[in-house]
């Protein structure tokens, strides 16, 4: 199918981006950055903006910078870049890994971490990997800048906190400490390479105890979620202790309503709870095991 006839626009800085998302009144306008999921809701007439400002000509999008703490990824950069690039794969590996598992070649050369996670897709992979990374969200509009912690970033299915005319610019992933550990598995849809469930564990260490957990999880739930009930049992914990990662797991649903648990024709929601307590265990024997190493 066609999509429906609409302008485009493809400025060469963030402001100017800015200004065109402003300049069309109550017309729609979007950005557009890799089009792997707006172009087929664009195509399936899903989506129909009057105005589609194109990112890829933003030279600053497109940058990757780093310094002891922080590297700084830019909204246009593409799955692949992050999941080759050697240094970020030490620096912070969950969100490495999770690039790296991420659909297929094509839709890793194309598909940019920007797009990822204003899109929101409740079955996509970077969501909980940066939350479990501790990431910030850097975002400019026409108010100016802002920045969002991924804890408040994503909001229900397909919303993030963006707000209208607001571009994605900068994903902030603070570095993992030398001793510790992070790990992203997913059990991909065999039909679209989704995650059914995807869980992204970062472990801090002190000696053979665990200092601090982030736990998240993609597609179980209408949008991804840390997983409180497991962390704090990890915490403090010794990872000698050898029911651990199976103890931790067994909480991964605490507190979790059933509604809040997906249920489509890919997975019921009692299934999708079987498969985060298993990738929640996985993810976590992983970690361990990588700890000691
Ligand atoms: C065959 C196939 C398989 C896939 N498999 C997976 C998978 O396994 N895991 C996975 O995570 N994803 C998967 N995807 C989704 C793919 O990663 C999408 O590309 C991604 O969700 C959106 O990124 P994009 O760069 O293509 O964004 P676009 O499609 O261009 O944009 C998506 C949305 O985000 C908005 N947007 C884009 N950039 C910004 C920005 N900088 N600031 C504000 N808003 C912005 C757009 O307006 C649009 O609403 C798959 C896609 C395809 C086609």
Redesign the pocket.
Known sequence: MYPDAFEYHAPETVDEAIETLEAHGDREV???????????TMKSGLASPDVVVD?SNVDE?HDISRDDDVTRIG??TE?AVIADDERFQEDNPVVAEAAA????LQ?RN???I???L??S?P????PAAVLAADATVHARGPDGERTISADDFFVAMFTSA?EEG????TVEIPHLGHDDVGVYLKK?SDS????LVGVAAVLETDGDAIAGARVAANGAFGHAMRLTSVEEHLDGESLDEEELAAEAAALATDGVEPYQLMDDEQASAEFRAHLLEVYVERALEEAIDRVSG
């Open positions: 979007v950005p557009i950055a890799g089009g792997h999921s707006l172009l087929p990112l999008l909204a246009m799955y598992v991420i659909g297929d839709v194309v598909g940019t920007g797009g990822n204003a899109h897709d079955a996509a992979d970077l963006l607001e571009l994605l610019t991909a679209s390479g989704y995650a």
